[in-house]
């Protein structure tokens, strides 16, 4: 049986990606939370998981992203407490 998953389109996502610092949160196809990190500035951070030199455990990970949902934040400090919160 083969699965139609649509691709996560990244190029099309990082396009109107905020610079600003937040949190993002990445889902599988069935709307599992892969990862969820932080960052002092989203664009650059997220971006850098579409590199084609990844680590092996990145690169795995990077297949399954079916979404990313992103919450910017005021401060670094913010996204760290959210994504601590998030975590939990």
Same mark, same amino acid.
């Given at each position: 049986?083969?699965?139609?998953?649509?691709?996560?389109?990244?190029?099309?996502?990082? $396009? %109107? #990606?905020?610079?600003?610092?937040?949190? *993002?949160?990445?889902?599988?196809?069935?709307? @599992?939370?892969?990862?969820?990190? +932080?960052? $002092? %500035? #989203?664009?650059?951070?997220?971006?850098? *998981?579409?590199?084609?030199?990844?680590?092996? @455990?990145?690169?795995?990970?990077? +297949?399954?992203?079916?979404?990313?949902?992103?919450?910017?934040?005021?401060?670094?400090?913010?996204?760290?407490?959210?994504?601590?919160?998030?975590? +939990?």
């Amino acid at each position: 049986m083969s699965e139609n998953l649509a691709v996560f389109d990244h190029e099309r996502f990082l $396009k %109107n #990606l905020s610079t600003h610092p937040g949190v *993002y949160q990445m889902y599988d196809a069935g709307g @599992k939370v892969l990862y969820v990190g +932080k960052a $002092k %500035n #989203l664009k650059n951070r997220v971006s850098s *998981y579409f590199h084609s030199n990844l680590a092996p @455990k990145t690169a795995a990970l990077v +297949k399954r992203i079916h979404n990313v949902q992103v919450t910017v934040t005021q401060s670094e400090m913010e996204a760290l407490i959210l994504e601590q919160n998030l975590i +939990k």
